[in-house]
């Protein structure tokens, strides 16, 4: 069955950079994309962008482009987001999600459990 | 950017009742939506996918129709596991989400 595992939670300072993981197990790894979608305490959901694993390519929301990279490891099954220069209004939670589609951004089929970022000074 | 509206916000109903969700695009995004139902404290979970495709073992009750600027995601007859909130997601451009729409029970 297909299982998407994320990192435990991450409280991190101001400035920081916070990398999540989500391991995927149960469907062929290269096949797929990911994006990774976060939410704020209480808010709405809010997309951050999308790979790629078949051709590492990448596409990301504006609000995000400079401080977010997505990478992959086909050699672990596993997707990666990493935020740089933290800021307090960053406290969310991190899911990463499967695409059908290796080619496009598309829809989301199966989500990670999620990852708590605190960011606190 | 593609911009969301979803309507409404909330929506307060019986089990049993038909309620309809309403997504409203800033352009014509085709019949690139998909909608989720989240719970608290737990991932959304999908329900439809281009504009009107069920996903795999998502009850016959739930169902999506619209294309260009305006969707639908219509419950047919409410059960007690339906009261969640709910959000549309447009994949033509990039992707954004609905603000949401929270089903309450009355």
């Known amino acids: 069955q297909v299982q998407l595992v994320q990192s435990e939670a991450e409280v991190k300072k101001p400035g920081a950079s916070v990398r999540v993981s989500c391991k995927a197990s149960g469907f062929t790894f290269t096949s797929y994309g990911f994006s990774w979608v976060r939410q704020a305490p209480g808010q709405g959901l809010e997309w951050m962008g999308w790979i790629s694993v078949h051709n590492d390519d990448t596409k990301y929301s504006q609000k995000f482009q400079g401080r977010v990279t997505l990478t992959t490891d086909a050699s672990t099954s596993t997707a990666y987001m990493e935020l740089k220069s933290l800021r307090s209004d960053d406290t969310s939670m991190y899911y990463c999600?499967?695409?059908?589609?290796?080619?496009?951004?598309?829809?989301?089929?199966?989500w990670g459990q999620g990852t708590l970022v605190t960011v606190s000074s | 950017d593609i911009h969301l509206t979803q309507s409404p916000s909330t929506l307060s109903a019986s089990v049993g009742d038909r309620v309809t969700i309403t997504c409203r695009a800033s352009?014509?995004?085709?019949?690139?939506v998909a909608w989720y139902q989240q719970k608290p404290g737990k991932a959304p979970k999908s329900l439809i996918s281009k504009a009107s495709t069920l996903e795999s073992g998502v009850p016959s009750r739930f169902s999506g129709s619209g294309s260009g600027t305006e969707f639908t995601l219509t419950i047919s007859s409410l059960q007690p596991d339906d009261f969640a909130t709910y959000y549309c997601?447009?994949?033509?451009?990039?992707?954004?989400f609905g603000q949401g729409t929270k089903l309450e029970i009355k």
């Open positions: 997601q447009q994949y033509d451009s990039d992707s954004t």
């Open positions: 352009q014509s995004i085709g019949i690139w």
């Open positions: 999600a499967r695409t059908p589609s290796a080619i496009v951004a598309n829809n989301l089929d199966y």
